[in-house]
């Protein structure tokens, strides 16, 4: 399984994915799921994936090949976020149909598409194995791929837009040692990476296995306040 989160704040972006595809007694597989492209200077896009690992490699060296042969539409051409999430949904949906088709085998993914376009301000994109794709809202300021509902409540609890990024790298964390704890087919190496707006870089990238020394202490901390908090609670009433 997978887990994916991408945050949208006002000071920029955090994407966190984990690394484990295949879970099992003896067959353990890891593959990257967060994809920074190299494109023009006057954008930073990123791409998170979850889902049939064959679909989503396929997708990733289409959009590339794309790039290296001058397609009217690539990355590189498309002047809003919004119609590269339409490109990249239109590229989903093409891999998908060539190996469901006389099958009955539905080879689906789902992707994360983050970044920001010179003069266009950043956002998030959740692309479905259709084509069609939501964004973030006030609301919900984030974005979820995969296995997605142990590492949910604490971002409803703690994420908005004025999060700072650093707040919000921590929280995904959190959110991802969660999702850890209770699903076994989530594990690491844990990737992170922090997009400041308007730099059109990377502004930091950490990747966390399982044994780094601050993974193991954000997981020990979460479950020692944790802990605190519950003994803190009121005492149910005397009959």
């Known amino acids: 399984m997978t887990y994916c989160v991408a945050t ?15 879970a099992g007694i003896d067959n353990v597989s890891t593959y990257s ?5 190299e494109t023009n200077p006057d954008r930073f896009l990123v791409l998170m994936s979850a889902g049939n690992l064959g679909t989503t490699q396929g997708v990733l060296q289409q959009l590339r090949r794309d790039i290296v042969e001058d397609k009217p539409y690539n990355l590189n051409t498309l002047n809003y976020l919004a119609d590269i999430a339409d490109y990249i949904g239109e590229t989903l949906v093409n891999r998908i ?34 084509g069609n794709y939501i964004t973030t809202s006030d609301d919900t300021p984030y974005l979820q791929i995969g296995e997605s509902k142990y590492g949910k409540p604490v971002l409803d609890r703690f994420i908005n ?21 209770s699903n076994a087919s989530v594990g690491p190496p844990i990737e992170l990476l922090i997009y400041r707006t308007n730099q059109f870089k990377t ?8 044994d780094h020394p601050y993974l193991i202490s954000v997981r020990h901390e979460w479950a020692n306040q944790l802990h605190r908090a519950f003994l ?7 009959a």
């Open 8 to 22: 949208y704040l006002t000071d920029g972006l955090v994407f966190t994915s984990d690394s484990r595809t295949n």
């Open 33 to 37: 799921k967060m994809h920074v492209f």
């Open 97 to 130: 149909r060539r190996h469901s088709e006389n099958t009955g085998f539905m080879p689906d993914a789902t992707l994360i598409l983050g970044g920001q376009i010179m003069g266009r301000p950043h956002n998030l994109y959740m692309i479905y194995p259709q």
């Open 161 to 181: 837009a004025a999060t700072s990024l650093e707040d919000a790298a921590i929280c995904s964390l959190i959110s991802m040692d969660s999702t850890m704890k």
């Open 203 to 210: 502004a930091q990238a950490f990747k966390l296995d399982a």
């Open 232 to 238: 803190a609670m009121p005492r149910l009433p005397s």
